[in-house]
C-alpha cells in the first residue's frame, strides 16, 4: 500500500514528539526552484528523490519474555518504574511499524539473549532445546519471541556461549534470522563460525533499493569467561580489526547503508585488563577507528545511552551510537534520512532516541505463543527442595560477613575438597564469592528453587585453583577496591560506601576460611590487615587451593594471579544448581552448619559495624 509523502521537517517533528516516528518522506519540493526556472525560460532540475526509514534495536534481553521476575514468582518492579521483557516491546514494535510502514522498519538485537533468567535455564538444562535421549527439544522461547516479531539479524553476545556451543547452534537453528559474529572465528581455519554479516533492502517505489548493510561484532571477552566451552573452538580477535576487514567488503557490495550491532560497550574500557590484547569496550573505537560506518547499535554494559555521536578520524564523518539499557527496558530507534544522488542513495541525516515500554501492554500474541512455557518455569522455581531454620538475608552482604554469604562458601569449599587429589587435599581450602544479588531472601520455612536461584543468579561452574599466600593477599586487595576511602574518624555511609573505581557488586569477592580485615581508612593497596589462616599469620609461599566460580577463574573482572593459577578442580555443574543439591540433600538449611565471621570491615583498626 503505498504510503503518503512526508516532509522532513514534519518526520523529524513527529518522531521527536511522540517517539514513534512516522511514515516517511517521499520527496516533494517548495516549488520555489520550479518557478524560478519558468522565470529564466530554462526547464528546472528534477529534486532529489528522498527517502526514511529506520532501524530499532535492542539488547542484552537475557530471555526475559515477560514482564515477570522468576527470583520473586511476580509482576517485575523497581524504584524507577521499568518493565522488562521483549513481550512488552514487540508493542512498541508493531507501533513503529504501523507509523512508519511496515517495509520502512528493520529490527536488530545486540546480543545476550539465551541466558539470564529462570526460563533461560530450564530450555538449556531442565528441557533443553538439544533434546534428551534421542529425543527432539522443545524450540526456545526466545527464538519463537523473536522469530514473532520479525528480527532482521542479531549480534551474538557473549552469554550465548554460556550453555555450550551445541546449545547455542540449535538455538541458531530455530531462528528465522541470522545470528551475526564477524569476529567469532573457527580456531582451526580463521574463518568466520558464524555469518558476519546480512544485507537488508528497502524498497523505495519507482528508484533503487536501498541496501543496508548489517554487520555483527561479538566480544573478545568470550575467550576468557567461556574458555571451558570454546578453547580450541573458536578464537574472538578485536571488533576493530573485524569491522576493518567488513565494512570496506559491505561498502564494495554496494551498500548504502552500513549499521553495525556491536556486543561491546563505548568507553573503551576492558574489565579483564591487559589478559587479552583485544578492548571489551570497543564500540567507541570502532567508530573513530573504522571509515564507513552510519550507526552502531551497542550492547554489553547494561546502561541507557539514547543518542552519543562519534566523529570517525579519517574522514571526519559523524558515526550515530545508541544503547537501549537491558532487559527490554528501553528500545532505541534510528532514523534515516536519504537522498537519490546520481542513481545512489546518500545519507543526509541521522537521530536516534531510546523508547519506554513501560506503557504499553504485552503483545497478546507473545502471551499466547508462550505462555504454557512460561507455566512451566514458574511450576519448576517454585518447587520447595527444603526448610530452613532462619531467614537469611543479603542486604548487608557487600560490607557484612553475613550467613547467607557463606552457604555459597560452604557449598563451594565442599564440592572442590571432595574433588581434589590426595596431594592437593592436604593443602589448606578457601571459598571466595561475590553478593550478587542485595535483595535476595530466604526465608524460614520452605525454601524453593527460586530462592535460591535469586541469590546466585549466574550460571557459573566451579573451579579449584591454587594461590600462594602472598597471591592471596593481592587478591583481596584488589577486591578490597571496591570501597571508598572513608578516614578515621569519619562516619560510613552505606549508601555511599561501595562500587569505587566502577568496581560493581558481582565484581566484589570475599574469603571464606581465612580471616582478614579490610581498612578503608587506607588508601587502595593497603586495605588487608591481619590476614590469618587457623589463627597463625599467612605466609608468602603458604600454598592455598582456592574455590571460585569459571568467570573469576579465567579472568573475570581482572583479578589477579588467578586465570594463570594452576588448576586443582573443575567442574562443569553450576554453582547454583550444586546449591539445589546441597539443600535437597541435607533437607535442611541452618546457618549453624556454615556461618562464621571470616571478615571485616575497620577504620585504622576500629571495626565499623
Keep these: 500500500m503505498p504510503v503518503s509523502p512526508m516532509n522532513r521537517r514534519e518526520f ?3 518522531s521527536a514528539v511522540t517517539g514513534a516516528a ?3 518522506a517521499g520527496a516533494v519540493g517548495t516549488g520555489t526552484a520550479e518557478a524560478a526556472g519558468q522565470k529564466s525560460g530554462h526547464r528546472p532540475e528534477p529534486k532529489p528523490r528522498t527517502w526514511t526509514f529506520s532501524i530499532l534495536g535492542t539488547t542484552d534481553l537475557h530471555s526475559h519474555v515477560f514482564d515477570w521476575d522468576y527470583y520473586k514468582d511476580a509482576a517485575y518492579s523497581d524504584k524507577a518504574g521499568n518493565s522488562v521483557g ?3 516491546v514487540a508493542t512498541l514494535i508493531k507501533q513503529q511499524r504501523e507509523a512508519k510502514g511496515e517495509h520502512r522498519v528493520l529490527l536488530v538485537d545486540a546480543g545476550d539473549i539465551i541466558q539470564g533468567t529462570s526460563l533461560a535455564y530450564y530450555f538449556a538444562r531442565v528441557d533443553p532445546i538439544t533434546g534428551t535421549d534421542g529425543k527432539h527439544g522443545p524450540k526456545h522461547p526466545m527464538a519463537v519471541a523473536m522469530n514473532h516479531m520479525r528480527y532482521d539479524a542479531a549480534a551474538l553476545g557473549n552469554h550465548e556461549f554460556n550453555y555450550g556451543i551445541d546449545v547455542l547452534r540449535r538455538f541458531e537453528k530455530q531462528c528465522r534470522f541470522p545470528l ?3 569476529n567469532a572465528l573457527d580456531a582451526k581455519t580463521l574463518r568466520p563460525a558464524f555469518a558476519p554479516y546480512t ?5 523505495v517505489p519507482g528508484a533503487p533499493d536501498i541496501k543496508v548493510g548489517i554487520l555483527g561484532l561479538t566480544n573478545p571477552g568470550i575467550a576468557i569467561w567461556d574458555k571451558d566451552n570454546v578453547s580450541g573452538k573458536m578464537v574472538f580477535p578485536g571488533l576493530v580489526e573485524q569491522a576493518k576487514k567488513y565494512v570496506p567488503r559491505l561498502r564494495a557490495l554496494g551498500c548504502d547503508v552500513v549499521f553495525l550491532t556491536d556486543h561491546s560497550g563505548l568507553d573503551g574500557s576492558s574489565s579483564y585488563g591487559d589478559e587479552l590484547p583485544y578492548v571489551e569496550n570497543a564500540s567507541n573505537l570502532v567508530a573513530e577507528q573504522v571509515p564507513g560506518i552510519d550507526a552502531i547499535l551497542v550492547g554489553h554494559t547494561h546502561v541507557e545511552v539514547p543518542s552519543y555521536t562519534v566523529k570517525n578520524e579519517q574522514t571526519g564523518e559523524d558515526v550515530l551510537l545508541s544503547e537501549p539499557y537491558c532487559w527490554g527496558y528501553r528500545l532505541s530507534v534510528f532514523d534515516f534520512e536519504l537522498e537519490l544522488r546520481d542513481g545512489q542513495w546518500k545519507v543526509t541525516g541521522k537521530t ?4 519506554n515500554p513501560n506503557t504499553v501492554d504485552e503483545d497478546p500474541e507473545i502471551k499466547k505463543l508462550l505462555a504454557a512455557d512460561h507455566e512451566l518455569v514458574v511450576k519448576y522455581v517454585n518447587t520447595a527442595v527444603g526448610t530452613c531454620t532462619e531467614d537469611l538475608s543479603a542486604a548487608e552482604s557487600c560490607w557484612k560477613d553475613v550467613p547467607i554469604m557463606d552457604f555459597i562458601h560452604k557449598v563451594q569449599a565442599d564440592t572442590v575438597k571432595a574433588g581434589l587429589s590426595a596431594a ?3 593443602l589448606p581450602l578457601i571459598s571466595v564469592a561475590a553478593p550478587f544479588s542485595r535483595t535476595a531472601d530466604i526465608p524460614a520455612g520452605n525454601v524453593t528453587i527460586k530462592d535460591i536461584a535469586g541469590l546466585y543468579i549466574y550460571d557459573n561452574t566451579l573451579y579449584g585453583k591454587k594461590l600462594t599466600g602472598a597471591q592471596l593477599k593481592d587478591y583481596l586487595e584488589y577486591a578490597a577496591k571496591y570501597y571508598h576511602q572513608v578516614p578515621s574518624g569519619t562516619k560510613v555511609d552505606t549508601a555511599t560506601l561501595t562500587g569505587a573505581n566502577s568496581f560493581w557488586d558481582y565484581m566484589y569477592d570475599t574469603a571464606a576460611g581465612v580471616d582478614y580485615e579490610i581498612d578503608i581508612a587506607q588508601a587502595e593497596g593497603s586495605r588487608i590487615r591481619n590476614l590469618t589462616y ?11 587451593v582456592v574455590a571460585v566460580n569459571n568467570y573469576r577463574a579465567n579472568g573475570g573482572s581482572g583479578y589477579p594471579h588467578i586465570a594463570s593459577a594452576e588448576i586443582a578442580y573443575s567442574s562443569t555443574n553450576e554453582i547454583r544448581q550444586l546449591m539445589i543439591d546441597y539443600v535437597t540433600a541435607k533437607k535442611t538449611l541452618d546457618p549453624k552448619d556454615f556461618a562464621a565471621v571470616d571478615w571485616k570491615l575497620t577504620q585504622d583498626g576500629t571495626p565499623v559495624f
Design 12 to 14: 523529524v517533528q513527529k
Design 22 to 24: 512516522v511514515a516517511v
Design 86 to 88: 521483549v513481550a512488552r
Design 180 to 182: 551475526l559474529g564477524a
Design 199 to 203: 544485507v537488508k533492502k528497502i524498497r
Design 352 to 355: 536516534a532516541q531510546t523508547l
Design 424 to 426: 592437593d587435599a592436604a
Design 534 to 544: 587457623g589463627g597463625a599469620p599467612v605466609a608468602d609461599d603458604q600454598v592455598f
